[in-house]
């Protein structure tokens, strides 16, 4: 296990947006040299359905769940996706980081770092499922003013939580500590997390006129474009993923100041 525990955090410079952009660009560019690293969210979205197949299932035995039941079982739903997907995400990061450190990144080699850490992702799964099911249930029994507020704090949990990956996968400390590194570390990056949003949103609406396309052809009387734009789809959907957490190893190295990871500048 690498761990950067005695890196100082960088100073903070002044803040450029187009820095953001390159850094986005520097995630597309490390996912086209490296695209194996695409089929993490793949992993991780079979997962999740492998996941939810039981718990759809329960409805069909005819069983009637009181209030406490349903609300363990929904509870136990989110808790396994959420495991589930922070783990294959902490396996990308830690190919991310091995491909930085001059080593070869593999499939296996990133899951089973991801499984030296696995007694705090599951830890870290269990406390923002918990907070995210906290959240839902007072935003449904909440006026409009509640939710005005319930919202701001979700914004606040998700930037806080931005660099929860690699400070998990790169760091050694326990869920809390590495909560609290991580929202030390946004201090540093709100600026860049906020600006990566709208860039991730542009690049994805620009790469979705083609499935959008394929998709109006399918609509309207050629049932054969369909299935290539769903394919479109989910290709998208894992390299967007991919990307982004790749985008979140990159912040996060550039905020403790080692740098960007390593990548061709093609």
Known sequence: MFSVDCVPSRKKQPYSGGMTWQLVSQSF???RADPKLALFPILSALGAIALSLPFALIPLTGQEMHWGVGAVVV?????????????????????VQMRQAGETPSIVAGLRRAGARVHVIFLWALLTSTVGRILKGFEQR???????????????????????????????????????????????????????????????????????????????GYPLFIVPAVLWFAALFAAFTAASEIFAVILYREAIGTGLPAGPSR
């Not at 509870?75 to 190919?95: K, M």
């Not at 701001?152 to 590194?181: H, K, N, Q």
């Open 142 to 220: 909440s006026g409009w003013t509640g939710r005005i507020v319930l919202g701001l704090i979700g914004v606040s949990w998700s930037l806080a939580t931005f660099l929860i990956v690699p400070v998990l996968v790169m760091e050694d400390g326990g869920v809390f500590d590495s909560l609290r590194r991580s929202a030390a570390l946004v201090r540093q990056t709100w600026g860049e997390q906020i600006i990566s949003g709208i860039a991730f949103g542009w690049y994805a609406l620009l790469f979705a006129i083609p499935g959008v396309v394929l998709g109006a052809l399918g609509a309207n």
């Open 29 to 31: 560019r490390l996912l």
């Open 75 to 95: 509870l136990a739903w989110y808790l396994a996706v959420s495991f589930v997907t922070i783990f294959c995400n902490c396996a990308l990061a830690a190919c």
